[in-house]
């Protein structure tokens, strides 16, 4: 896909006359593409590759936290998952710093809540959305009386970065906890299916406002 300089824009003029932008799914093809000169930027490099980068002196490496959230969706519509203390307990079971820790490498940030500090005014750090309590997890479960059933998580295998390894990691923390899960890959996006029960997804911010992130 390329994109060529409009230069009847209003505003200042883009450095570029055009660019083009090709999907690589591999990290490794990728990392290849950029040392052998297929591509002159390159994105979504895990942390633990980032040596390999920062290890070629003909090589630059520019990186920063952005606005956006990797979240897991849940089908509140689901015959399975209507009922509230068995979602509320899928969610405590996920330790999300050790996830910063083993998968980020500590570089991405943990939010308490489902808000960024760019919301400026509108921000509020006081609230804690996101609990990692395994204890109580296991509470809610026997008062839901679940009973074992499955609950899969769908995700495609290079949807974002570590995104496959997030999903295998929730599903082995649910289990630590009596929850039945299973990673469902899928090149599909299964969004808007009636059949999903969880899977990855991710919001950005466009604007600085709680309504500017996408979904």
Do not use: C
């Not at 000169?37 to 990186?63: E, F, W």
């Amino acid at each position: 896909m390329a994109w060529e300089r409009f230069d009847g824009f209003w505003g200042d003029t883009a450095p570029l006359e055009k660019i083009t932008v090709q999907h690589i799914p591999e990290t490794a093809s990728r990392l290849t593409a950029l040392k052998t000169g297929g591509a002159d930027i390159i994105t979504n490099i895990a942390p633990d590759q980032l040596a390999l980068i920062k290890g070629d002196s003909n090589l630059r490496m520019v990186g920063s936290a952005t606005p956006l959230f990797h979240v897991m969706i849940m089908n509140v519509n689901h015959p399975k998952l209507r009922e509230p203390r068995i979602r509320q307990a899928m969610s405590m079971a996920i330790d999300r710093d050790m996830f910063n820790e083993a998968l980020w490498l500590g570089k991405a940030v943990v939010p308490s809540t489902h808000a960024l500090e760019e919301y400026g005014a509108l921000y509020m750090p006081e609230l804690e959305t996101f609990e990692y309590n395994p204890e109580k997890a296991k509470e809610l479960l026997k008062e839901a009386g679940y009973d074992g059933f499955e609950i899969t998580f769908d995700t495609h295998p290079t949807y974002y970065t570590n995104g496959l390894l997030a999903a295998q990691a929730i599903t082995e923390m649910w289990k630590e906890v009596g929850i039945n899960g299973r990673v469902n890959i899928a090149e599909k996006w299964s969004g808007g299916s009636p059949e999903m029960m969880t899977r990855n997804w991710s919001n950005p911010m466009y604007f600085a406002a709680p309504s500017a992130l996408s979904g």
